[in-house]
């Protein structure tokens, strides 16, 4: 595999393994598109107190986990964390296995629409940003970089001027329906751009050192990780 797309949670965790990668762009942005799901009426973070939440661990929800708790002046100890994936929260949540669980689109939608009004939802205030990283050979192929990114910016074109026919191929992929699709578009903000994040990055690895998540004590030197030049060339041509 050359290029990996993603949330910068997973990036991190990489990098703090001493992944060779780099990050080569951004390309979408997310906001509030995560949600806490819960048969019982979970009106806000501090709710979750003594409840036990699942979510994949080491993805973007873990970190927000940790982010929001500490906003209520609340630690990771006041809840039962479990590690979750995706695929296994509905039955979690139906056999009481969980409490609560903590996730992102289209999965929000899909759990919703399968409890019904059995389901409570809070959307916290979280953002994400999704990027392009590369593999340690990809990551010396600018000319592959660029043609990579070119065909990105295509797509991104074909979304805004085909926007019924580009929903219809994604929620297919999705196994959702187009109008559901739709109602969830504008929680993402597409857009090929140059990664500036590297502060997000350093303070989400130093949680992950401080919280002993991480393995390593050392934290990764992200300039050395992110490399914009492919980006840059590309967006001055378009």
Known sequence: IDVISGAETPAVFMA?????????ALHQKTNSDMSILSFQNISAVKDLKGKKIGFPFTSIAHYNIYRLLAEENLTINDVVTIDLSQQNMASAL?????????IWEPNIVKLSQGFGEKIFELTPNTTAYYSFYASEKFSRDLFGQKK???????AERFLKENEGEAISIVAKDA??????LKSIMHKFEFGLNEFTEKKILEDEAKWAVESKISE?????????LIDNTAVRKVLKEA
């Open 16 to 24: 703090l393994k001493g992944g060779n990668f780099s990050i080569f």
């Open 94 to 102: 139906e056999n009481r296995n969980v409490d609560a669980v903590f």
């Open 148 to 154: 990579f990114l070119r065909a990105i910016i295509k």
């Open 175 to 180: 196994a959702l329906d187009d109008q559901t």
């Open 216 to 224: 390593s004590n050392k934290l990764p030197e992200f300039n050395k």
